[in-house]
């Protein structure tokens, strides 16, 4: 039995499509699951090798449902990820016209991607939340709601309609979408790469959050997502989920890790993985003082002083 990929479905949902685009997929055996959890946990369970999950849109933001797991789940790690951009349709049953749509369900974070459309188009139709895109197709198949926003290619596979197609709010909408795994080593550094961490504060106080940045900042290492998650301890109690350029085998990131782990109350490791859509050459080069090789030479001056060899 080929080794399985676990994702969010059911079949036809924009992950599942992201998904496909991996190479790897063609050896291994795709299982949709209900929700992000239960993919997470039949990882974590030994039933499945992988899971393929959406964690962030270029609209709203960050996915809580998979962020929140990453950040309190039993650990996990990001291997791979995937930007899809996203164009919605509104699915419906074959003869179902605009004027008849008076309930529509689809993913909860369809719903910023399409709002504008909704309200100029379907003032007065009635929104509720599906797990996906592709079960809010499935829901209108059976006839619980009138329209489904959901990928125009989930329309043959839940015997429904495009009623309208490429809605979309926001021009150029993408999705991210991460391969997670159990823990292990990270892959070989590709020269164009990024490190996801989880960071909790020691104690709260003035400039504690300007003391976590400037461990990547002193290092010349761009962040490209900063994002805050509550930690059910209270109000105002929050860690932060940081994406940064680079990987955990730099010695420059190495070295800020080393810093965080250092001042933080915690720090969760969540990967160094190839960023998706760039490659080695088209990264900048670091900061005069940060790269490797000028870590590599500083390190050597300090031995040299300590064993008094100026």
């Known amino acids: 039995m080929p080794a399985s990929y676990a994702y969010l479905g059911p079949e036809g949902t924009f992950t599942e499509v992201a998904l496909r685009t991996l190479p790897e997929t063609a050896t291994r055996q ?7 959890q239960s993919a997470l946990d039949a990882v974590r369970a030994g039933e499945a090798e992988a899971a393929f999950v959406p964690i962030e849109n270029s609209v709203e933001g960050g996915i809580t449902a998979t962020l929140d797991e990453l950040v309190a789940g039993a650990p996990l790690m990001i291997y791979r990820e995937v930007l899809l951009s996203i164009t919605f ?7 179902t016209k605009l004027s008849d749509v008076k309930t529509v369900t689809a993913h909860p974070a369809a719903q910023p991607q399409v709002r504008n459309w909704l309200k100029a188009n379907l003032p007065d139709a009635v929104w509720e939340s599906a797990a996906s895109n592709a079960e809010g197709a499935r829901l209108v198949q059976e006839g619980r709601y009138d329209a489904a926003f959901a990928g125009e290619f989930a329309a043959a596979r839940y015997g429904l309609e495009a009623l309208e197609t490429e809605i979309h709010d926001a021009k150029n909408a993408q999705t991210r979408f991460v391969l997670v795994g ?3 080593r990270p892959a070989a550094p590709t020269g164009a790469d990024k490190t996801s961490v989880v960071l909790w504060q020691r104690d709260d106080h003035p400039g504690a959050l300007r003391d976590l940045l400037a461990e990547f900042a002193t290092r010349g290492i761009n962040l490209m997502v900063l994002q805050s998650r509550p930690t059910g301890a209270g109000i105002g109690n929050y860690c932060f989920c940081i994406d940064a350029a680079g990987h955990i085998s730099d010695r420059r990131m190495a070295d800020a890790l080393m810093g965080l782990k250092r001042i933080c109350r915690d720090v969760r490791f969540l990967g160094s993985y190839p960023r998706a859509g760039v490659i080695a050459g088209d990264v900048e080069a670091p900061p005069a003082g940060t790269s490797d090789a000028e870590f590599v030479a500083a390190a050597d001056w300090v031995a040299r002083c300590q064993d008094g060899r100026f």
């Open 182 to 184: 159990r823990p292990a």
């Open 30 to 36: 795709l299982i949709p699951y209900v929700s992000v």
């Open 89 to 95: 349709a509104l699915l419906v049953r074959p003869g």
